[in-house]
């Protein structure tokens, strides 16, 4: 027989596993766009426009994502956009995701 605490805690560790997904998420969700906005900054063809996104977003599975997809936009648009900018950007898309996802209440 469980007990109320019980039932509690378990609800708890549910709410944690289910938020901790909806993190997930968001970040995935601000890594994709994040790959998109740099690739149309840069100033190459739509066809390299498009390989270089999907080689970006393709990385977003991988251990260390935002830090791998951030220095490699960093490294793409050196001279155009500096690393603070594409910092400040990618945290943006992390709000605005992290809004989506019902984790933050919307302004």
Known sequence: MTSTFDDRESAFEAKFAHNQEKEFRA??????????????????????????TAALQSLDMQKGAKSLILAQLADDLSGDVDEKAIKTT???????AREKMGLIPTA
Do not use: C, N, T
């Open 90 to 96: 990618y945290d943006l898309f992390l709000r605005d």
């Open 27 to 52: 970040e995935m969700m601000a890594l994709r766009q994040i790959a998109v906005w740099g690739v149309s900054v840069m100033q190459i063809s739509p066809q390299e426009k498009e390989h270089r």
